[in-house]
């Protein structure tokens, strides 16, 4: 009798990699605009209340740095342990939008403020200056609507290092720079409001010493946004690379549709020689340790929300929930700490803790 073979198929599944950098904008808290002397108010509802010749680039107007929002931008370098630029200086970059009336926006490019540092264990690559543009609004029927309140609010940039390779890290790391912006009182970094914006850069490979084409995607709203428009990219890319149609992963610029929970092609991506970055010549160069006490300013620093952590721990034996609790209401922290510091009792500051939180 012949022997049957039964034969098994089986389809083994490649290993891919996914690699995740975030591009974070914040709008900086400050009383006045990055180049003028307009109310920096991101509640103001009044459409083009807080505006004047600078911020609506009327020809002729002249800027003049924030000098508070340059030193923002030092202490978050500070706080993430990054170098701070000795020299540095604002750029243009070039390009036509309704948003951006002077057809550049004042960036920074080859000298930003802050080089590398590390946040949630992620590397930085860089952290600079810049003006925030005008909102503009499509959906009033055949024309679209400018509103210049906006227009020259003092904006940061953080740039991350292709280091993330999970949603769940990109999550945690979006929501540990909003701690340590609001613990620094720099910025609201309200995602909802868009004073804290981040942009996805996401790519898939199934060789890991190789990085996959990446994609950026716009419009998150949320953190958990963050996460579901990393594992949305992560299938998508995933399907097309074990389908053999890994071609069809291009390079370009992705929304987030937070209602269909996808996301969507927008636009092919510019390269930085198509904004023709040169430097601002209406403004001066700065050398930030003559401008700035820089020591002085990493002395002033607050603790921090992954010392205080450790310290809360050490200190109180609470529990981790009630921890984080105070690391995110940072008055409520406070007032736990006065009431412990009262008690002195173990015990008693574990009680006093249940009943707060
Ligand atoms: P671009 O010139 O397209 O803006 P950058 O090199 O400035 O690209 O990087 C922008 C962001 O994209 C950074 O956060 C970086 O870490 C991230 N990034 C770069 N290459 C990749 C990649 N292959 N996959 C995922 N993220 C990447
Ligand atoms: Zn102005
Ligand atoms: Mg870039």
Request: aromatic share 10%; with cysteine.
């Amino acid at each position: 009798m012949k022997k049957r073979l039964k034969t098994v198929y089986f389809w083994v599944m490649k290993e891919y990699f996914t690699t995740i950098g975030l591009e974070v904008h914040a709008e900086l808290n400050t009383k006045t605009g990055m180049f003028c002397a307009c109310k920096n108010d991101p509640d103001e509802k009044r459409p083009n209340w807080n505006v004047c010749p600078v911020c609506m680039a009327h020809p002729g107007a002249l800027p003049v740095i924030n000098k508070k929002a340059v030193e923002n931008v030092i202490k978050v370098g500070l706080a993430v342990g990054g170098t701070i630029a000795d020299f540095t200086e604002f750029d243009r970059k070039n390009y036509f939008y309704p948003d951006i009336p002077k057809a550049y926006q004042i960036s920074q490019y080859k000298y930003p403020i802050v080089s590398g540092g590390e946040v949630a264990g992620v590397k930085l690559t860089r952290i600079h200056l810049e003006e925030d543009t005008a909102t503009s609004t499509h959906d009033k029927g055949d024309y679209s609507l400018v509103d210049f309140n906006r227009s020259g609010v003092p904006l940061m940039e953080l740039v991350t290092e292709p280091v993330i390779h999970s949603s769940k890290e990109a999550g945690n790391f979006g929501r540990e720079l909003q701690l340590l912006l609001r613990c620094l009182d720099v910025s609201e970094a309200n995602m909802e409001k868009g004073q804290m914006r981040v942009e996805l850069n996401i790519s898939v490979s199934d060789d890991p010493e190789k990085f996959g084409t990446k994609v950026e995607v716009k419009n998150i709203n949320s953190f958990r946004a963050v996460e579901r428009a990393a594992e949305y990219e992560i299938k998508r890319m995933t399907e097309l690379l074990e389908e053999g149609r890994g071609n069809e992963i291009v390079q370009e610029t992705r929304g987030w549709d937070e209602n269909k929970q996808s996301t969507f092609s927008q636009r092919s991506k510019e390269n930085a020689q198509d904004y023709r970055y040169f430097p601002d010549p209406d403004l001066p160069k700065l050398v930030l340790s003559e401008a700035f006490d820089v020591p002085k300013l990493e002395a002033g620093l607050p603790e921090l929300p992954e010392a205080k952590r450790i310290r809360f721990a050490e200190q109180f034996g609470i529990k981790d929930e009630d921890i984080e609790s105070y690391i995110v209401d940072i008055e409520l922290g406070a007032w736990f700490e006065k009431i412990a510091g009262i008690l002195k009792n173990k015990d008693a500051i574990k009680n006093a803790s249940n009943y707060i939180t």
